[in-house]
């Protein structure tokens, strides 16, 4: 006989008898778990991924805080508990962005932000035109912050993982370092 997920027999509950059951708040290793899981599927698909073949992947290089913490303290003054993952993973795009603007040069920088925003703006929408400054001004206080609060870190960001869960949020990063 085929045993019943937790969902289906809280559902089953709600339905016979009419009550919610109480929902179980997550634990730290339930949530842990959910990340180890997010984090498998996001190495996989960089592993799949053919820009990467013959790439070597080093997860806790010694000496160096984790990619993801740091990212996520540099993107900390600016994301908001009550964002929804939309909006979250909006604003991480938008720091990544201004992250590896801040380890080009001037003139990869120009050419980083002219491909992130060519696609954003339609020059026939005087709004879009405004929201697409706005966003460019945003992106270049945020790469001021980045020269001025890790001036030394000169890995370049490739690619994030935003998933959701119970308890919140959670990104994985993988980068290369810059020469």
Not at 27 to 52: C, G, M, V
Not at 67 to 82: I, K, T, Y
Not at 103 to 121: A, T
Request: net charge negative; glycine share 4%; hydrophobic share 35%.
């Amino acid at each position: 006989m085929a045993t019943k997920s937790k969902e289906f027999q809280r559902l089953f509950h709600e339905e016979t008898r009419g009550e919610k059951l109480p929902r179980r708040e997550p634990t730290p290793q339930s949530i842990r778990k959910e990340e180890l899981a997010a984090y498998d599927q996001f190495k996989k698909r960089l592993a799949n991924d053919e820009d990467n073949k013959g790439i070597t992947f080093v997860e806790k290089p010694k000496g160096m805080k984790k990619m993801s913490v740091v990212l996520e303290q540099f993107a900390s003054p600016f994301l908001d508990d009550e964002d929804s993952y939309e909006e979250r993973e909006f604003s991480f795009e938008l720091a990544v962005l201004a992250w590896n603007c801040a380890v080009f040069s001037e003139s990869g920088r120009e050419k980083l932000m002219e491909s992130f925003f060519e696609g954003l703006v339609n020059p026939l929408e005087p709004e879009s035109i405004e929201v697409t400054q706005n966003l460019r001004d945003f992106v270049e206080e945020l790469t001021e912050r980045k020269l001025d609060v890790f001036p030394k870190d000169n890995r370049i960001i490739k690619d994030f993982q935003l998933t959701q869960h119970e308890a919140g949020f959670h990104i994985s990063v993988s980068y290369v370092i810059a020469r």
